[in-house]
């Protein structure tokens, strides 16, 4: 267990609609970092979040967003679903940059 | 769980056996270097990390091989075992940032 916590664990949504994921890191960590993983693409880094504020943004389509709270938890929204949205989402944390970063176990995301 | 990266580099190794897994790194200003493990339906698993100033650096049965010249980092790993079948990624790091760029994958099957 990597102490980040992922919710839902699976979830299965119609086209066209929005979906949040949740994501709670290890305890003490500030940066947070979202991954997109689908079977053609592997592991594709979409946005990082440190102490609540974006740090670098990776291949994120407009229609996601991401936020971080202060409570250090994040969001990340997922808006206009398409069917090749479908993939696992994982949610990292470490400590701050140059730190090693753990994953969580992802959510599995089906959009039909 | 399901499988993702389907279309991956397979390593088949006898039970016993040493192991060997490859990455070919693409930015030669990366400073940092991580191999994760990732069974299936689980998350990235964090295994071993070197710094560009390393050639070398060893853990419990892995051993992870860094050559600058050719941009090439290599996981090692002794005496295989059944636990050790999963996907096994590197992961480079620039300096500035903690963004970190995946390679494909390679999947590790172990014959007993």
């Known amino acids: 267990d990597s102490g980040v916590t992922q919710t839902p664990k699976h979830l299965i949504t119609a086209t066209g609609q929005r979906v949040t994921l949740r994501c709670s890191p290890r305890?003490?960590?500030?940066?947070v970092y979202w991954y997109q993983q689908s079977l053609d693409q592997g592991l594709q880094f979409l946005i990082q979040y440190y102490n609540g504020e974006e740090r670098a943004k990776g291949n994120i389509l407009e229609r996601f967003s991401a936020q971080q709270f202060p409570d250090l938890h994040s969001e990340l929204n997922l808006s206009s679903l398409e069917l090749g949205d479908s993939a696992l989402y994982f949610c990292?944390?470490?400590?701050?940059?140059?730190?090693?970063?753990?994953f969580g176990e992802g959510s599995w995301l089906t959009v039909v | 769980g399901e499988s993702v990266g389907l279309h991956l580099p397979t390593l088949s190794v006898q039970e016993g056996d040493n192991s060997i897994i490859n990455c070919a790194y693409s930015n030669s200003a990366s400073d940092y270097f991580i191999w994760y493990k990732q069974e299936s339906g689980k998350g990235p698993q964090f295994i071993i990390d070197?710094?560009?100033?390393?050639d070398k650096r060893q853990g419990q049965r892995v051993t992870v091989l860094l050559n600058k010249t050719v941009k090439h980092l290599s996981l090692q790993i002794a005496a295989t075992q059944p636990g050790d079948s999963a996907v096994y990624f590197c992961?480079?790091?620039?300096?500035?940032?903690?963004?970190?760029?995946f390679g494909g994958g390679t999947r590790v099957l172990v014959k007993p």
């Open positions: 070197i710094r560009s100033n390393m």
């Open positions: 992961a480079e790091e620039k300096a500035a940032g903690n963004k970190l760029t």
């Open positions: 305890s003490g960590d500030l940066s």
């Open positions: 990292a944390s470490s400590v701050s940059t140059g730190n090693t970063i753990y």
